[in-house]
């Protein structure tokens, strides 16, 4: 939402926006960075709706129908409505990028972003994470535009709520699908529709083909390129995979020898994937030039951000894994990097999507988890809005011990003082919303 504001704002249009943690210390800087903007900030009680009195208020899924700011005769419009308008103000002079899927569309929306800014183009980017940036800009780093008109739109577009099929893009990416908030045969189906109105060409992982089986490129008129982890010649993937304290290294048949400054064989694919889109865009590029535009790329805030370090030695990392194959990929990740014993720490981001994940959850750290890994659960972080407030942590660790998981639920002063004695190779804190986990996540290793 906030990076929806920014592009508002950057569009000339006068903007304010309320939030329910309109007082959190922890939405300081955040604010802070939108009132630099020009946008006010109101509390969620109605007042803000009031004192602007706005031509449209704008809302997410996540506002439940009987809040304080939906007072009747101010139209409302859904927020992938209003990004997909405010992103045609800019076209068809820029072309569209849309991103998405069940996993790494935030990390991959800002890569390309990176990239094609490396490569000389000029874009403007929309995105759902906040992209690290040097400590002397104060900008939130969920948009982002160059210096002139953009010649390209990069937005990451939202499956939670099939939102997604708002838009129209020149060229859209489906990176995988996942357990997450649909089952898979629906969730394919919404990708599908998405894939359907993209205009120059698609993006997809190669074991995702399938989706597009009632699809024809000549119908579509759209260019399809996957990548994955075939070796066939059309397929962009990784090999000779590496990983260093720097970042991976891999190479591809297309494109050489690729290194990056993330971490994680799932950073390879989603590196393929940027690589997969630059290859079609007729950048007039060679395919070394395309690589190397890959590495300025500093990653995405709480995306296996390091924090610090416990007792000199062991690092602290904040990840918004939150699903499944999201904590399977930051697990692999640090273990992959720092070994075993590794110490785990997931807070739940929501009653109903604990509850929809359960048995994948104890299925995916069943297979994943070492024998000396600790798992730790944090209770549910609620938002706010309707919950039957079940599963809670609890029992879903009791899930987890029956399936033989060293997996203990704690709150955050009993888990910091597990922390402080650990002999961990690493400690890795996971959790989607709540933006407080990233601080607590830095405090512990003060």
């Not at 899924?61 to 800019?90: K, W």
């Not at 597990?418 to 804190?429: C, G, P, Q, Y």
Request: glycine share 8%; hydrophobic share 40%; proline share 5%.
């Amino acid at each position: 939402m906030s990076g929806l504001a920014q592009l508002l704002r950057y569009a000339g249009y006068e903007v304010a926006g309320s939030d329910r943690a309109y007082n959190a210390p922890d939405n300081a800087w955040l604010f802070n960075a939108l009132r630099k903007q020009g946008i006010q900030i109101f509390p969620q009680d109605g007042s803000g709706v009031r004192n602007f009195k706005p031509d449209l208020l704008i809302a997410s899924s996540a506002v439940e129908q009987g809040n304080p700011d939906f007072i009747e005769g101010i139209p409302i419009m859904h927020r992938a409505a209003a990004l997909a308008q405010a992103l045609d103000l800019f076209r068809p002079e820029a072309k569209l990028i849309a991103v998405a899927g069940s996993c790494g569309k935030t990390s991959t929306t800002g890569w390309i972003a990176s990239a094609l800014e490396a490569l000389g183009q000029r874009v403007l980017l929309v995105n759902g994470g906040y992209n690290v940036l040097p400590e002397e800009n104060d900008a939130p780093g969920n948009f982002h535009h160059s210096a002139g008109k953009p010649q390209w739109l990069i937005a990451e577009v939202d499956e939670s709520d099939k939102s997604l099929v708002n838009f129209t893009p020149d060229y859209a990416m489906v990176l995988n699908v996942g357990n997450d908030h649909y089952e898979e045969a629906e969730l394919r189906r919404v990708f599908a529709q998405f894939l359907s109105k993209a205009k120059s060409g698609i993006v997809i992982q190669d074991a995702l083909q399938d989706i597009l089986s009632n699809l024809s490129a000549p119908r579509l008129g759209a260019h399809i390129q996957t990548f994955g982890t075939s070796q066939s010649a059309d397929c962009i993937s990784p090999q000779n995979y590496a990983c260093n304290e720097q970042g991976i290294v891999f190479e591809t048949t297309q494109f050489g020898k690729v290194k990056a400054q993330q971490y994680g064989r799932h950073s390879a694919q989603n590196a393929c994937a940027v690589l997969a889109l630059l290859s079609m865009l007729d950048l007039g590029k060679t395919p070394a030039e395309l690589a190397a535009s890959l590495f300025p790329y500093r990653g995405i805030r709480q995306r296996f951000e390091i924090m610090g370090t416990l007792n000199g030695n062991i690092p602290a990392i904040n990840d918004y894994a939150h699903n499944p194959e999201k904590i399977a990929a930051a697990i692999s990740t640090a273990q992959e990097r720092y070994g075993s014993p590794l110490l785990a720490i997931f807070q739940p981001h929501g009653f109903n999507p604990l509850k929809f994940m359960r048995e994948a959850l104890v299925e995916t750290l069943s297979t994943l988890l070492h024998k000396d890994d600790i798992f730790l659960m944090l209770p549910v972080y609620y938002a706010g809005g309707t919950a039957a407030f079940k599963p809670t942590s609890d029992e879903v660790v009791e899930d987890l011990r029956k399936a033989g998981i060293n997996a203990s639920a704690t709150d955050r002063a009993k888990a910091a003082e597990i922390i402080k004695t650990t002999h961990a190779k690493a400690v890795l804190v996971m959790g989607a919303r709540d933006i407080s986990l990233r601080n607590w996540t830095k405090q512990i290793t003060q």
